[in-house]
């Protein structure tokens, strides 16, 4: 039996049709401590997971304080 394909309208919504809502991500809905993410995705990185490059281009959020030591290491140059 062939499966059957169902097609639905577009939107009609404005706001939905709306091409910068769509590039949006949604709000963030999980925390997870930093101690649990790392591990992770350290280890996504060194097996060189796919998946991790799906999310590249996603925005976490930190503190401020965590922000500032990021900034500060970025500054620093290895020694040769």
């Known amino acids: 039996m062939k499966p059957h394909l169902k097609l639905f309208p577009p939107p009609q919504d404005e706001e939905l049709i709306d091409?910068?809502?769509?590039?949006?991500?949604?709000?963030?809905?999980?925390?997870?401590?930093?101690?649990?993410?790392?591990?992770?995705?350290?280890?996504?990185?060194?097996l060189n997971f796919l998946w991790l490059k799906?999310?590249?281009?996603?925005?976490?959020?930190i503190s401020e304080d965590l922000n500032d030591i990021i900034q500060a290491i970025r500054g620093i140059k290895p020694a040769s």
């Open 19 to 46: 091409s910068e809502h769509l590039n949006e991500s949604p709000p963030p809905k999980v925390h997870i401590r930093l101690r649990d993410l790392l591990p992770v995705l350290a280890l996504a990185q060194r």
């Open 54 to 61: 799906d999310f590249l281009d996603d925005e976490i959020c």
